[in-house]
Nanobody, 126 residues
Framework: QVQLVESGGGLVQAGGSLRLSCAAS????????MAWFRQAPGKEREFVAAISWSGDSTYYADSVKGRFTISRDNAKYMVYLQMNSLKPEDTAVYYC???????????????????WGQGTQVTVSS
């Protein structure tokens, strides 16, 4: 099993940056696909970014491509989401997710992930 705890959320002005962190527990962290999702008020949860177990492959939603970067440090059991050029529409609760057995074409599917963190709030003011 994997337990996930997000941190790093907060209030930032449009155009600013934040880095979210996800601390994972579990002996096999390095074998998990890791991802970030977000849920804005009144909207369904949506995919943001995913990264392979080795960190060699990444996948982004079109809405964040070129602005957000996902990375991981397997030695520290950490996953990060660097968010630059933030927009008010990026305001949401951001969730870290993990699963071991997801083919790359399904990395953006919420239902494929078994483990979830509690979320961290990101608010971008205009």
């Amino acid at each position: 099993q994997v337990q996930l705890v997000e941190s790093g959320g907060g209030l930032v002005q449009a155009g600013g940056s934040l880095r979210l962190s996800c601390a994972a527990s579990g002996r096999t962290f390095s074998s998990y696909i890791m991802a970030w999702f977000r849920q804005a008020p009144g909207k369904e949860r949506e995919f943001v970014a995913a990264i392979s177990w080795s960190g060699d492959s990444t996948y982004y939603a079109d809405s964040v491509k070129g602005r957000f970067t996902i990375s991981r440090d397997n030695a520290k059991y950490m996953v990060y989401l660097q968010m630059n050029s933030l927009k008010p529409e990026d305001t949401a609760v951001y969730y870290c997710a993990a699963d071991r057995y997801i083919v790359p074409r399904d990395w953006g599917r919420e239902e494929e992930y078994e483990y979830w963190g509690q979320g961290t709030q990101v608010t971008v003011s205009s």
